[in-house]
């Protein structure tokens, strides 16, 4: 159950694209179509924003959207805004079971 | 309404047990399948445990298996978490949430501290 990586930060100016990448293995990212987005911000608790791979959850802004090729699941960011300054996470279904979560990226608007 | 409300968080001495409570609102508790997720100070989330709807299939990290146990009642709308031999380890934020292979009601957390 070894976590996916992550790279540890990203940044863009606002308005700009930013992409997050996500890389497992074929028993979890590969695998399945399982695979979720999380927003954290300091002290609260994490928010969906992609479910099965590139799927909005209700109330999730689409400047927000998801892919996956092989082992590496994206998550890409349009019109980068400061709000979206946070912690972001990504969790794969495995072949055990389990869930398991990436090591997660730290936005910063520049 | 909170949908979902963590409470039993502590400090605990290492080799102590602990139960987290999740009490559930707002929606169908029994239609969900549920997580335990936490998040050690200043680190990322890890996976801890999930249950199926009926509670008689249950998941464990190997950080845990062995030592903590996933449970449900859905007459009270509550999702448990027994934690046995506790170590420092465990110290972090457990987190319930709703769903299995993704969660989109998050409890607000409970802080659980191993340390003598």
């Known amino acids: 159950q070894s976590a996916l990586t992550q790279p540890a930060s990203v940044s863009g100016s606002p308005g700009q694209s930013i992409t997050i990448s996500c890389t497992g293995t074929?028993?979890?990212?590969?695998?399945?179509?399982?695979v979720s987005w999380y927003q954290q911000h300091p002290g609260k608790a994490p928010k969906l924003m992609i479910y099965d791979v590139s799927n909005w959850p209700a109330g999730a802004s689409n400047r927000f959207s998801g892919s996956k090729s092989g082992n590496t699941a994206s998550l890409t960011i349009s019109g980068l805004q400061a709000e979206d300054e946070a912690d972001y996470y990504c969790?794969?279904?495995?072949?055990?079971?389990?869930?398991?979560f990436g090591t997660g990226t730290k936005v910063s608007v520049l | 309404e909170v949908p979902l409300l963590e409470s039993g968080g502590d400090l605990v001495q290492p080799g102590g047990s602990l139960r987290l409570s999740c009490t559930a609102s707002?929606?169908?508790?029994?239609?969900?399948?549920m997580t335990w997720v936490r998040q050690a100070p200043g680190k990322g989330l890890e996976w801890v445990s999930a249950?199926?709807?009926?509670?008689?299939?249950?998941y464990y990290a190997d950080s845990v298996k062995g030592r903590f146990t996933i449970s449900r009642d859905n007459s009270k709308n509550t999702l448990y978490l027994q934690m046995n031999s506790l170590r420092a380890e465990d110290t972090a934020i457990y987190y319930c949430?709703?769903?299995?292979?993704?969660?989109?009601?998050w409890g607000q957390g409970t802080q659980v501290t191993v340390s003598s």
């Open positions: 707002g929606f169908t508790f029994s239609n969900y399948a």
């Open positions: 949430a709703r769903g299995l292979k993704s969660s989109n009601y």
């Open positions: 969790s794969s279904y495995t072949s055990s079971s389990t869930l398991v």
């Open positions: 249950i199926n709807t009926t509670g008689d299939s249950t």
């Open positions: 074929s028993s979890d990212v590969g695998g399945y179509k399982y």
